[in-house]
């Protein structure tokens, strides 16, 4: 099961930073955090995962909390095409399939 | 940049016909899934199959459900017998190897059964 709490929805304004929450805090040693993202009528799309330190990437900034029992997902200029469900997902070191929660319906006002 | 194909994009088929859905992973990927979302719910995982044979499954894969990956391109979903309630998009993914490899989603197929 999917074992990560995020907020049903939040909502941003264009071109503004978007933080993304998630609380993960029965997370084990080696559990890794991954996100993933839904548009619209697509398919999930991979955005970015970490295990202790922060990480970057062209898409977005995951911060993750010292004791590791939550994370944030920091778009750092939010644009109408980042409108999606985005989602939170523990993944085990070896872990095989993705358990998909709620998510947190991001909404970007122009 | 290399994508999963699925085919069709949408099928209406009726209940307790078989129908088979496609898929095309990305070429040198070696771990390929099943996931399906009834509209407004969840994404929920279906199967996951590795070195040609399945390596996880969930409950809703049950006996009217197989894939194959018959030729080494193609990896398919069949259905059996459908019922009202398969009526979902279904969506295949693909990730290489690695233990924490991301996974790449085909477009989904909308599966209608009437």
Not at chain 1, 2 to 12: C, D, F, G, I, V
Not at chain 2, 7 to 26: A, F, N
Not at chain 2, 38 to 52: A, C, H, R, T, W
Request: hydrophobic share 30%.
């Amino acid at each position: 099961d999917a074992k990560t709490t995020q907020p049903n929805s939040m909502e941003s304004n264009e071109e503004e930073p978007v933080h993304l929450p998630c609380n993960h805090s029965t997370i084990s040693g080696t559990d890794y955090i991954h996100w993933y993202r839904q548009l619209p009528s697509q398919g999930p799309e991979y955005v970015i995962h970490g295990l202790t330190s922060n990480v970057n990437n062209r898409m977005a900034s995951l911060a993750i909390a010292e004791d590791r029992k939550s994370s944030t997902l920091i778009l750092h200029r939010a644009t109408l095409r980042d409108a999606a469900v985005y989602y939170c997902i523990r993944r085990t070191y070896a872990g095989n399939m993705l358990t998909f929660g709620g998510g947190t319906r991001l909404m970007v006002k122009p | 940049e290399p994508e999963v194909t699925q085919t069709p994009s949408h099928q209406v088929t009726q209940m307790g016909q078989e129908v088979i859905l496609r898929c095309v992973p990305i070429s040198n990927h070696l771990y390929f899934y099943w996931y399906r979302q009834i509209l407004g719910q969840k994404v929920e995982f279906l199967v996951s199959f590795y070195n040609n044979e399945i390596s996880e499954k969930s409950e809703i894969f049950d006996d009217q459900f197989s894939v194959e990956r018959p030729d080494g391109s193609n990896f398919t979903l069949k259905i059996r017998s459908t019922k009202l309630e398969d009526s979902a998009m279904y969506f295949c993914a693909s990730r290489g190897d690695g233990l924490n490899t991301e996974a790449f989603f085909g477009q989904g197929t909308r599966l209608t059964v009437v």
